[in-house]
């Protein structure tokens, strides 16, 4: 199994920056894909951004791309979103999420979130 804990997140004006990070634990040589999706209040959970762990291909939602870069240290089996130019409308609970390979087929975990909060 995987577990996974973030980190950082908080408050920040508009036009500021934050950065998040996410450590596996567990069996994270399993992992193929790593990502950070957001769920703002009365909303569904949407995907942020993407990254696989062979190649490093990454993928970003169209609102954040430009102002968001995800990043993985494979050494360290983390996975960090530098979030720039952040938007009240970026304000949302982040989870980590990793899909990872087992004897019984693919599964996904998520971390606990971590909310971020972008005034105006």
């Known amino acids: 199994q995987v577990q996974l804990v973030e980190s950082g997140g908080g408050l920040v004006q508009a036009g500021g920056s934050l950065r998040l990070s996410c450590a596996a634990s567990?069996?994270?040589?399993?992992?193929?894909?790593m990502g950070w999706y957001r769920q703002a209040p009365g909303k569904e959970r949407e995907l942020v951004a993407t990254i696989t762990r062979v190649v490093s291909s990454t993928n970003y939602a169209d609102s954040v791309k430009g102002r968001f870069t995800i990043s993985r240290d494979n050494a360290k089996n983390t996975v960090d979103l530098q979030m720039n130019s952040l938007k009240p409308e970026d304000t949302a609970v982040y989870y980590c999420?990793?899909?990872?390979?087992?004897?019984?087929?693919?599964?996904?975990?998520w971390g606990q979130g971590t909310q971020v909060t972008v005034s105006s």
């Open positions: 999420n990793a899909v990872y390979q087992t004897t019984f087929g693919a599964r996904t975990t």
């Open positions: 567990g069996n994270p040589f399993s992992i193929n894909v």
